[in-house]
């Protein structure tokens, strides 16, 4: 028999079953499910877990564990992602593979008029600084293939720092 999971843990075992070793991230709803499986999760895996003081600290340390070539990711939600663009943004200038999961809190957090769509319009536009853009794939997509494409990006990326 199937085992049921909520969407958030669903994600954070897909993403540990996909290579995923690193988490790095600060507790903020309706993401904080994923940081709290992870919490557990990542030690059974030899895997490294850290919550940051804060959601820049967590994606400064997401950009230097993609750098080093570990698998990594870190979630969040409407203000946070906003705080994380920058690093984002250096995530795609630097050609670094990172997975970087947003949930959608609807209302008005961002103070917008089409407050359920602000957190979509960002993502799926690019978000960051100058013409950086990465690659968005779409919440629609089962969690296999959302983690499959992934696991594609860090093996690309893989082969690319073997052979230069």
Known sequence: MAEMMKGNEAIAEAAVRAGA??????????????????????EEVGGAFVQAESELAGINMVIGAAACGVRALTASSGPG????????????????????????RYGNGLG???????????????????????????????????????RHNHDNEDKQRQNP
Do not use: H
């Not at 690193?22 to 507790?27: D, M």
């Not at 960002?122 to 494409?149: C, D, M, V, Y």
């Open 81 to 104: 992602i906003s705080l994380k663009q920058e690093g984002i943004s250096t995530l795609c200038d630097e050609g670094l593979s990172a997975v970087v999961i947003t949930q959608v």
């Open 21 to 42: 070793r690193f988490y790095a991230g600060y507790p903020i709803t309706p993401s904080s499910e994923i940081m709290e499986y992870l919490s557990w999760r990542m």
């Open 112 to 150: 917008t008029l089409f407050t359920s769509q602000c957190d979509y319009n960002r993502e799926t536009r690019g978000g960051g600084q100058g013409e950086t853009t990465g690659k968005n794939i779409s919440a629609e997509l089962k969690l296999r293939g959302i983690f499959t494409a992934c």
